[in-house]
């Protein structure tokens, strides 16, 4: 939560960093849904320690503001691979535009469905609110119908970050062939740490993402027996909150640096050296 909050300020300050790439503009709401869900979670934590139920409204309103992190990241993650995307790859002017359309209306969609869920969270029908015995946000719905609603939301999550991983895995493979397609022995030919973090960044989202997903759905039908599969479930929930942070601190020096300046780990003067665009990839080559 710390460092999260820590990339928030180091981004929201960096002003001429957001207006000159739309993608850290992204990055920093990421972040910033991000700390709505892990304050949820250590506030939940202090009502385990002291045994403690709030008052049930205000634990609607938590559990409503924790889960709608948990889908604005999703839907964030998804706008800044079209982003990423878009940057890499060159589409000719009609399939841009159509794919341009496509992904608006489908982040437009899953952002109102978000917005959607947070609304509805704060109704007893339809609320989420956290069992002090098991350590677990419980998921309440009144009928069965409503479960399926539930369930459809489940599904959209799991859509959205599908198709946010298949997106940056198009983005690495279009890297790693280029890059594969110029002499070996030259600059712009070596595969250099930048070139695979997508792949890392894509992999890292499926594992956390994907675990949340399946074991919410299906742990029950899997392991029938055990008591604390949700607890169990609230802590891998708990990381996923944070793995954001985690890969921007390791894979963009732009975060990385001043943040370790912030914590006194590198001195003032440290140079910051900027991940390369495929642009300039692109000029390495032709100048090769």
Sequence with gaps: MIITGLI????LRNKKLL???YAYLLIALIAIA???QLISHFISGFYIVF???PVLHFDMFQGSLLNFGYDITCVLNLTLSFNRLFLFFNFKKIWYSIFKKLSIFIVVTLFLASFFYLVISNFEFFKITFNVSTGVWDYYTASENFYRFNGLESKLMVFTNVFSVINLMLIAIKIIIQKLSVAKNTKAGKIKFYDISLFLQAIVNFVCIAFVQIFW????IWFPNSRYLYTYLNYLWLNVGGKDSITNIVLLSEIRVPVLILIGYLKNNT???PVPTLSKVERNNKNT
Excluded: D, E, M, S
């Design 8 to 11: 928030i300020f180091v981004l």
């Design 19 to 21: 207006k000159q790439n």
């Design 34 to 36: 991000n700390f709505l």
């Design 51 to 53: 045994f403690y139920t």
């Design 217 to 220: 759905q299906y742990g029950a």
């Design 271 to 273: 140079k910051v050296v």
